[in-house]
């Protein structure tokens, strides 16, 4: 007899494993125990595999009552998938569904798809749901993965159904646009009146009316018509009643004239009067009737046709009787009867009195003359500031060593025999403030001066004082294009010009400027004769007539206040300016 045989049990497996990969044991007998398809991948859920046992001795022992083959039960545990990324949804119309809407760009062993397909999206929109299905949710382990996710959905607007705007119903004068009916419009809104509450007159060009879509959140009106001006038609309505006064309830024909006063009735047409049948009385164009005989006549009273009523009309009838007869005597009891007393006639009519003539206005007696004002006094005249001129003598130049680095003072001129001092040259200001005296922050006295001049190239070095310019300044600018930069420790400097650099008028505007290059105030440098005339500008060509002139340079500084100095200098050329 051979041993007893014990099928094993199996080892765990992940799904994805072969059985061959799930190792047996607790098994006993003589033989090996093998999986029956060791190459089989068996799902989580399954009803266990054949093992077979394989005895080692089937010679010297007998198996045939033995169980050589049983199906063991395979533990399978689920994989874990890969990662599942949401796809992104196609841009759809207003109106079409969600299952319209494609879905892109994802990644998943699976399918996804809308949570509510038949969803109609609107415009806008905070995103749907979209399900991720796995092929396989049996063997892999979808438990930590997000299944649902919301996406976005781009919906554009719809185009939206034609917009035609309805009629308007008639309505009569003096009723409002709300009282006419709005009627024939077609489109998803309402058509009401832009100013429901006018009052429109007869004659209108119409009015507008404004359509309000039922759904502008989703509809494009953008190349839509919304508002249009709609013609209405509008009745002239029919006037009040009229109504006269005035009028006795007997007339006789001894009756003086009388006017009747007409009230009621609606507009501004006027009144007219017409006898229209009889021929008792006669009617004036003012409505004052006259008697003319016993009799009865009718009078048509008509209020015109105005702009927004119909004419008005009122007939009266007028009765005229006769006048009352004179009573007769009774005769005196006397035995002989006196004769029959001849009745007397008719009484005429007492004439009705003429009216006294409308007084005169007493004359309103003539208004006196408007008295004469007294006139204005004339303004005292204000005195034109006085420029006081530098007083110096016509100096003879006296040449200046070259600079050095520390300031040097500007040579005094030897004086010259006098002659006439020329005129200052100050601008940019409505006010001079004399040499000497100076304002805060601003330089009391500029004495620039020249300490080369080059009769052949025409260059006229000046030597200035960085501490002479205002306050603040930091750099000069030439009209030459030149920038000199001013430092603390520049002490005097040297500004560089060429004759040929000046203008017609023969001036050169030099600007200080502050930190920022904004202008702190300009120094214009005239050239004048030393009559204080203006030359012309030296010719380019350098050319000489030979009269020897005396110019003298005058630099004047204009600073914002109105500040100036001016130092004069004697500079000879023997070429014309």
């Keep these: 007899m051979p041993h007893a045989v014990t099928f094993p049990t199996s080892g765990v497996i992940t799904y994805g ?8 044991t607790g098994k006993t007998g003589d033989g090996i125990f093998t999986w029956k398809d060791p190459d089989t991948f068996p799902p989580v859920q399954n009803a266990g595999y054949e093992v077979v046992f394989t005895p080692n001795d089937t010679a010297n022992y007998d198996y045939s009552s033995i169980e050589l083959e049983r199906i063991v039960t395979v533990t399978v545990v689920k994989e874990t998938p890969q990662s599942v990324i949401f796809p992104e949804s196609g841009a759809i119309t207003f109106g079409q569904k969600l299952s319209e809407s494609s879905l892109s760009g994802a990644s998943g062993d699976g399918i996804f798809i809308w949570k509510f397909p038949d969803t109609v999206p ?38 939206p159904s034609s917009v035609i705007f309805p009629t308007s119903g008639v309505i009569t004068y003096g009723q409002r646009l709300s009282d006419s009916s709005l009627s024939g419009g077609i489109g998803d809104g309402i058509f009401t009146w832009k100013d429901p509450d006018t009052f429109p007159p007869v004659q ?57 006063t007409v009230t009621g009735g609606s507009g501004e047409g006027g009144l007219s009067f017409e006898v229209t049948s009889g021929d008792a009385v006669t009617v004036s164009p003012e409505g004052r009737i006259m008697i003319v005989s016993v009799g009865t006549a009718k009078i048509t009273i008509t209020k015109a046709e105005s702009a927004g009523y119909l004419k008005g009309i009122l007939i009266v009838e007028i009765n005229v ?41 007493t004359t309103s007696p003539a ?10 006094p004339a303004p005292t005249e204000t005195q034109a500031p006085v420029i006081t001129p530098v007083p110096i003598s016509s100096p003879t130049l006296t040449p200046t060593p070259a600079p050095s680095s520390t300031a040097t003072s500007t040579p005094t001129p030897t004086p010259a025999p006098a002659q006439t001092q020329p005129p200052s040259v100050i601008t940019g200001g409505p006010s001079v403030t004399p040499q000497g005296v100076a304002q805060p922050g601003r330089p009391s006295n500029l004495t ?10 025409g260059v006229i070095i000046f030597e200035i004082n960085s501490n002479d310019l205002p306050n603040g300044t930091m750099s000069i600018k030439m009209s030459n294009g030149k920038i000199i930069r001013i430092t603390d420790t520049l002490g005097a400097f ?3 010009i060429n004759i040929d650099d000046l203008n017609e008028k023969g001036a050169l505007a030099i600007i200080a ?3 920022e290059s904004e202008s702190l105030g300009s120094y214009n440098i005239q050239i004048t004769n030393e009559k204080g005339q203006i030359d012309v500008p030296v010719n380019k060509d350098g050319g000489n007539n030979g009269i020897p002139t005396v110019l003298w340079v005058i630099i004047g500084i204009a600073l914002v206040g109105g500040i100036g100095a001016a130092a004069y200098v004697t500079l000879k050329r023997h070429r014309v300016l």
């Design 204 to 260: 209108n060009a119409g009015y507008g009316v404004v359509f309000t879509p039922d759904d502008s959140d989703n509809m494009d009106y953008s190349n839509v018509i919304l508002e249009k001006t709609v013609s209405i038609d509008v009745k002239k309505a029919d006037q009040n009643l009229l109504s006269v006064s005035g009028i006795s309830d007997s007339i006789t024909l001894d009756d003086a004239p009388f006017d009747m």
């Design 494 to 496: 040297r500004l560089e």
């Design 17 to 24: 494993q072969r059985l061959s990969e799930s190792a047996l």
């Design 122 to 159: 609107p415009v806008s929109n905070a995103g749907f749901t979209i399900v991720f299905v796995p092929d396989d949710a049996d063997n892999y382990d979808y438990s930590n993965i997000k299944l649902e996710r919301i996406v976005s959905v781009a919906v554009a607007k719809a185009i």
């Design 367 to 376: 208004p006196t003359g408007t008295p004469t004002p007294t006139s204005t």
């Design 321 to 361: 009787s006769a006048a009352a007869p004179t009573t007769t005597p009774t005769p005196t009891g006397t035995p002989t009867p006196t004769s029959t007393p001849t009745p007397t006639g008719t009484p005429t009519p007492t004439t009705t009195p003429t009216p006294t003539g409308t007084p005169q206005p």
């Design 448 to 457: 620039p001066a020249i300490t080369e001049y080059n009769d052949d190239s």
């Design 513 to 515: 400027l502050d930190k």
